[in-house]
């Protein structure tokens, strides 16, 4: 079946440190990859995308980029700010599905 | 993009008790999704709506506990039956728009005493 492993937190970092939060999945097929965002007391939005191998999904900053050979979908930032604090969630599409196969998430909090 | 109204935002609720969980979406949509986020953990899928069709659950979430209703293409509601503290969860509701973007509401907050 199809699973996410994302890297646990939670994260902490000064503002304008680099942030890498890693994700790894297994799924049949060549699935579509997200990344999900979830800040204090709102709702999970989309932060990115990417469809298919070598893709490069971004976003405020935010990139990630759909390596096949090594079935991750890292998400990096240059410069983190103190609004970037929230929980992360790396996530595939598989197939004819149409749901979505979580991670567990990750939460950041960034210092000022 | 689809905007999602989901209520109540929280509850606390008596063992043994229902809920029922209330999604409204700003446009019509085909597919309606029920996400379980239990404490510390990810987003589990509880089933997918269909309107004028039965829900289809997964592995694990079963009609008589978790009965869904999808009357029209813009609601559906979740209901939380005969709850015990195991299902104190974040309830979400999630539509598919616009090809492969999913929306998310803002989620149930319930805590089962």
């Known amino acids: 079946g199809n699973s996410v492993t994302q890297m646990e937190g939670p994260v902490t970092l000064s503002e304008e440190a680099f942030l890498t939060i890693n994700c790894t999945y297994t799924?049949?097929?060549?699935?579509?990859l997200f990344w999900y965002v979830q800040y204090p007391g709102e709702g999970l939005q989309l932060l990115l995308k990417?469809?298919?191998?070598?893709d490069k999904g971004s976003n405020k900053g935010f990139e990630a980029t759909y390596r096949k050979e090594t079935t991750s979908f890292h998400l990096e930032k240059g410069s983190v700010q103190v609004s970037d604090s929230a929980v992360y969630f790396c996530?595939?599409?598989?197939?004819?599905?149409?749901?979505?196969?979580f991670g567990s998430g990750t939460q950041l909090t960034v210092l000022p | 993009s689809a905007v999602i109204s989901q209520k109540p935002s929280r509850d606390i609720c008596q063992r043994g008790t229902s809920l029922t969980i209330q999604c409204q979406v700003d446009?019509?949509?085909?597919?309606m999704f029920w996400y379980r986020q239990q404490p510390g953990q990810s987003l589990t899928l509880i089933a997918t709506a269909n309107q004028g069709s039965e829900a289809t659950y997964e592995s694990g979430f079963v009609i008589d506990k978790f009965p869904i209703s999808r009357p029209n293409l813009t609601f559906s509601t979740l209901t939380v039956s005969n709850m015990s503290p195991e299902d104190s969860s974040i309830y979400l509701c999630?539509?598919?728009?616009?090809?492969?973007?999913?929306?998310f509401g803002s989620g149930t907050q319930l805590s089962v005493l």
């Open positions: 996530a595939l599409r598989s197939g004819s599905a149409r749901q979505l196969t």
């Open positions: 799924a049949t097929g060549y699935p579509s």
């Open positions: 990417a469809t298919k191998a070598d």
């Open positions: 446009s019509q949509v085909t597919m």
């Open positions: 999630s539509v598919e728009d616009q090809g492969e973007k999913l929306f």
